[in-house]
Nanobody
């Protein structure tokens, strides 16, 4: 059974940093895409960043480019999202997601497996 468990959310002041973690278990596919999404109250879920094994590239949503960094530690089966220079508009529940074609992008419909989410709140 595939499981994704996020952690690391919390309350931070604007300009601060947080690092989210997502531990994957039962996920042993050779081709995959891993992504971070977020959903603010009253808004649709949006893609923040994703890594595609098909091309080995990490992609970012424009609004987080140069502030957020996604990384993968294969030895620990863990995906990270380092978030710097946080803004109040980054406030949302953040989700980790995975799929098994290697081509998943920043669209929620591309992903089959989801974590439960972790709350990030940025105060002004």
């Amino acid at each position: 059974e595939v499981q994704l468990v996020e952690s690391g959310g919390g309350l931070v002041q604007a300009g601060g940093s947080l690092r989210l973690s997502c531990v994957l278990s039962g996920f042993t596919f050779a081709d995959y895409a891993i992504a971070w999404f977020r959903q603010a109250p009253g808004k649709e879920r949006e893609g923040v960043s994703c890594y595609k094994s098909a091309d080995g590239v990490t992609y970012y949503q424009h609004s987080v480019q140069w502030r957020f960094t996604m990384s993968i530690d294969n030895a620990k089966n863990t995906v990270y999202l380092q978030m710097d220079s946080l803004k109040p508009e980054d406030t949302a529940v953040y989700y980790c997601a995975a799929e098994t074609t290697g081509w998943g992008a920043l669209a929620a419909r591309d992903y089959d497996y989801w974590g439960q989410g972790t709350q990030v709140t940025v105060s002004s």
